[in-house]
């Protein structure tokens, strides 16, 4: 017959079975099963800009869905470009490019290709512009000027891209609109005069560059309520809108 009292090796025992009240195990117990030692891992400055990227792409496409599909008015609006414009002064130029990239791909699969292509220009373009600008310490005429020329080239790229989509021309239809809301006025102002369709146009440009020299404005002046908080500050705004804003 076999001896019933097995001696158990050293590879064969359980931890459960060696777990007693006898001290002596002490410090076996702790020589066979020693503690993991914490350990303090360094992220490298390229994962970082990778994860922060992707993290705003996500938040600039997260703003332009909730936009469309519920309706704030300009609130909304005024937030577009500035999650490219965040990632550029935090990260450069190329970690802009892959967040607009990422967030162009992110819209397209969520929304299609159109609503994607229209955030990207003139949006995802004018923070990139702004981030470079305000990088580089330009003052506010600079960047509001380019900023509202980016603005007017997307509003002329978005009839061209949608006149395509639907067949028509839509800057046609525009012009016949304002042409006959100019005649109006120019017959409650008396003036015998009739507009042109040369002056009709430049009216237009005219009034788009207005429209975008505004919203240029309102994106600044969100941007130096907020960067700040990020601490990452653009430019200081010129000395007459700081008395106007009583900004110091």
């Known amino acids: 017959m076999t001896n019933?009292?097995?001696?158990?090796?050293?590879?064969?025992?359980?931890?459960?079975d060696e777990k007693n009240d006898n001290p002596s195990n002490d410090n076996h117990q702790k020589n066979y099963y020693p503690s993991p030692k914490?350990?303090?891992?360094?992220?490298?400055?390229?994962?970082?800009?990778?994860?922060e990227s992707a993290f705003l792409a996500s938040t600039a496409s997260l703003i332009w869905l909730i936009d469309y599909y519920v309706r704030l008015g300009p609130i909304l609006k005024?937030?577009?470009?500035?999650?490219?414009?965040?990632?550029?002064?935090?990260?450069?130029?190329?970690?802009?490019?892959?967040?607009?990239?990422?967030c162009g791909l992110?819209?397209?699969?969520?929304?299609?290709?159109?609503?994607?292509?229209?955030?990207i220009i003139p949006y995802a373009l004018m923070g990139i512009q702004l981030g470079a600008l305000w990088r580089n310490g330009a003052n506010w005429y600079l960047s509001i000027f380019m900023t509202s020329v980016i603005g007017c080239f997307g509003f002329f790229f978005r009839f061209w891209l949608f006149s395509i989509l639907l067949g028509e021309d839509l800057w046609v239809y525009v012009i016949s609109q304002i042409t006959s809301l100019a005649d109006w006025?120019?017959?409650?102002?008396?003036?015998?005069?009739?507009?042109?369709?040369?002056?009709?146009?430049?009216?237009?440009?005219?009034?788009?560059?207005?429209?975008?020299?505004?919203?240029?404005?309102?994106?600044?002046?969100v941007a130096l309520l907020m960067f700040d908080r990020l601490n990452n500050s653009i430019p200081r705004p010129p000395e007459w809108m700081k008395v106007i804003l009583d900004y110091e």
């Open 38 to 51: 914490l350990k303090s891992y360094k992220f490298k400055p390229a994962t970082i800009a990778l994860v």
């Open 185 to 221: 006025i120019f017959l409650k102002l008396g003036i015998i005069a009739e507009p042109t369709p040369l002056m009709i146009q430049l009216l237009v440009v005219a009034v788009v560059l207005l429209n975008n020299l505004i919203y240029s404005l309102t994106v600044h002046l």
């Open 106 to 119: 992110l819209l397209g699969i969520l929304m299609g290709p159109p609503r994607s292509i229209i955030y």
């Open 4 to 16: 019933s009292n097995h001696d158990f090796t050293e590879d064969e025992c359980n931890w459960i």
């Open 78 to 102: 005024m937030l577009f470009p500035l999650p490219i414009a965040l990632i550029y002064l935090r990260r450069g130029k190329r970690a802009s490019i892959i967040t607009t990239i990422v």
